[in-house]
Structure formats: structure tokens, C-alpha cells
């Protein structure tokens, strides 16, 4: 399998914890300490995903759901996931949305990484090819945007082109890194700079309508793999338990707003406008997409996590010995659970 990445002429790339330095620098302050101000703590929380994914985040953040459980949650958008990760490791950040792939790779780098809510495991993409690609032979020789080794992109092109009986190596297919979310992949399909690339549910189908042909479809299959991982490290989870837990709560909480038809307007409108979707019959298809994959107790599937571990050794083999079991902890959900706290939150709505 071929690999490459745009490349910058004359210019050195810095490692990812500079690159999240100057990124940090540039847009926002971030804070390194735990500081409480009055009810409230400050806590810093960030993601490279910009996908319909993020949707109980921006719901939770639009109804004021992590002030309620005490958290004043400054929020940033980081290019890669793997700059989040600097970030995590650093503790310049207490709580991130990473793809469950990073979250191995970090294991497998010795990072005390864990993840504690595990929000979509249904596959719900489509691998969008250019008007010209009609059918999967056309992808030879030609280039499938990634964003980057062991993303969540990498991983379900390898399963797309696995489902469509190609082996990218033999059909000279490159896979081609484009840092950055999932829109700066949809910008590198428009302008021609990338053949191929998967995109989630209603986004997918959204380009489909608009020439981009779907040449795998998951939705259809039902396969699951584990996706928008909230991750911390060991070390913040044990100093600020109460953190993290106001970040479950408020996700949970979410969730069960989302997932409230009564709510359907309001959360149309909050995807409609961080995925910049000016139709609303689009909205509403995203919409649709979120409330059937949504998991309603996010907790990790270790059998599911495992899957991903096999394939994220073909891509990375280094992560190898990570044990899986090591970068999981559910207790935080677990308890919210054994506590009635998750049942009556879905009473409520």
C-alpha cells in the first residue's frame, strides 16, 4: 500500500506538540492548571472531528450543559487528532474527541491515555469517489484522502476497499494524508487534488446527490467499529474526577435531548449550522443519521475495540502489544449507571 502527504516546499513540519503550541498561542489561551472559579472549574477540551459526530458536544454546549455540571469549558478545534494527543499528554487539555484508532497508537507509545465514553460504534460511511470514478475498477492508480495513519478515515478506506475485493497495493491506489477534519478532505475532493475519501452518514450521501459517486456504502452492511472516543489520561481522571465526570454527564445529557423528537427542530438547526448545511432537507438527514447511531450508554466494547486493534496492526505495527483492555475505563459511565443517574436522565425527556 502506497502512502503519501501534501507537502509544504522549503519548510520543516514541527513536531505535534510545537504545532499545537503555535496553534494554542494563535487562537486561544489555553490553561495548564485546574482552576476553580467560583461553582464553576475551568477545563480545556478539544478535537480535530468536525463530523455530525461531534453533535452531542455542540448540543451540550448550546444548552448550557457543561456549566450546569460545573464545568467552564473552553473549547478548541485542533487540526489532528494526534495534536490532541500532545495536547491530552501535556495536560494542557483535560478532555478530547479522538478517533479510537489515536487512542491505540497512543498506548502503543507508552501515553497513559484512556477513554472513558465511547459515543458511535455503528459504521455509518460512504466512500465518495469523483463524478469521473463510476465504478471501484476506476480507482486504480488513483488517490484516496486520508486524514492521517491509524485515523478513523485510514481505517475505513481499508475497509472499504476491503469490502470492494481491492488490494490497494496491487491496484496502485495511494493513500494520501490531509491534515486537518473531515472538511478539508471534502475540499481536496471538489477541487480534484484527491480522487477518493470517506465521508460520514448524511454528509456522505449529501455529495452522493451531488455527483460524488458512492462506491461503498457501510450504513447498508452494519458493521460496527469504535469511533468519537472522550479521552483523558490516568493522571487527570485521578486529580479531577469530578471534570470528568461533569463531561459524561453533560454528553449524556445531550444525548437524551437529541434524541427527544420534541427536540428535533433545535438540533436540526444546531447541525444545520456547524456543518454549514444551507438546505434543510440535508439537516434533517444528518439529523436522522446522529439519532440511529447514537449510542444511548456510551460505553466501550472492548469485543469492538479489539476488531479495530487487528486492523490498526496491518496500518501500525508497533501497537502490536498494546493491550486494549489498558486504554478502556468505563467506570465513569458504569457508575452514572449503577446509580440510576443515566435511566432518569431519559425519564426526563
Known amino acids: 500500500m502506497q502512502a503519501g502527504k501534501m507537502k509544504k516546499s522549503g519548510r520543516r513540519t514541527a513536531g505535534p506538540a510545537r504545532r499545537f503550541a503555535l496553534l494554542a498561542a494563535v487562537t486561544i489561551l489555553l490553561l495548564a492548571v485546574w482552576v476553580p472559579t467560583g461553582a464553576q472549574t475551568r477545563t480545556n477540551f478539544a478535537s480535530s472531528v468536525t463530523s455530525e459526530s461531534m453533535t452531542p458536544m455542540w448540543v451540550a454546549r448550546e444548552r448550557g450543559l457543561f456549566k450546569k455540571h460545573g464545568l467552564e469549558m473552553q473549547y478548541v478545534v485542533i487540526p489532528r487528532s494526534p495534536l490532541a494527543v500532545a495536547a491530552l499528554v501535556a495536560g494542557e487539555i483535560d478532555a478530547a474527541i479522538i478517533g479510537a484508532g489515536h487512542l491505540i497508537s497512543a498506548g502503543g507509545t507508552g501515553a497513559d491515555l484512556i477513554g472513558v465514553a465511547n459515543f458511535f460504534q455503528k459504521l455509518d460511511y460512504r466512500l465518495n469517489a469523483r463524478p469521473e470514478i463510476k465504478k471501484p475498477e476506476d480507482l486504480r492508480g488513483k ?55 470517506t465521508l460520514r452518514g448524511a454528509i456522505g450521501d449529501l455529495y452522493g446527490n451531488k455527483g460524488y459517486n458512492v462506491l461503498y456504502n457501510f450504513k447498508s452492511i452494519g458493521v460496527t467499529l469504535p469511533q468519537s472516543i472522550l479521552a483523558t ?111 432518569s436522565v431519559y425519564k426526563k425527556n
Open 143 to 197: 488517490r484516496i484522502a486520508i486524514s492521517g495513519p491509524g485515523s478513523t478515515s485510514h481505517l475505513v478506506s481499508m475497509l472499504g476497499l476491503q469490502g470492494l475485493g481491492i488490494d490497494a497495493t496491487q491496484a496502485k491506489i495511494t493513500l494520501l494524508t490531509i491534515p486537518g477534519t473531515e472538511m478539508n478532505r471534502r475540499l481536496a475532493l471538489e477541487s480534484g487534488s484527491v480522487d477518493a475519501t
Open 233 to 343: 489520561t490516568r493522571r487527570t481522571a485521578a486529580a479531577k474526577p469530578q471534570v470528568i465526570d461533569g463531561y459524561v454527564k453533560a454528553m449524556i445529557e445531550a444525548i437524551a435531548v437529541l434524541l427527544d423528537p420534541a427536540n428535533k427542530e433545535s438540533v436540526m438547526r444546531i447541525i444545520a449550522t456547524n456543518l454549514r448545511l444551507s438546505n434543510p432537507a440535508d439537516a434533517e438527514e444528518a439529523y436522522h443519521a446522529v439519532v440511529n447511531s447514537v449510542e444511548r450508554v456510551p460505553y466501550s466494547n472492548l469485543e469492538s475495540m479489539k476488531r479495530l486493534h487487528r486492523l490498526l496492526v496491518q496500518v501500525n505495527p508497533k501497537v502490536a502489544d498494546v493491550r486494549v483492555e489498558g486504554v478502556l475505563d468505563n467506570s465513569f459511565v458504569s457508575k452514572l449507571e449503577a446509580s440510576g443517574y443515566i435511566q
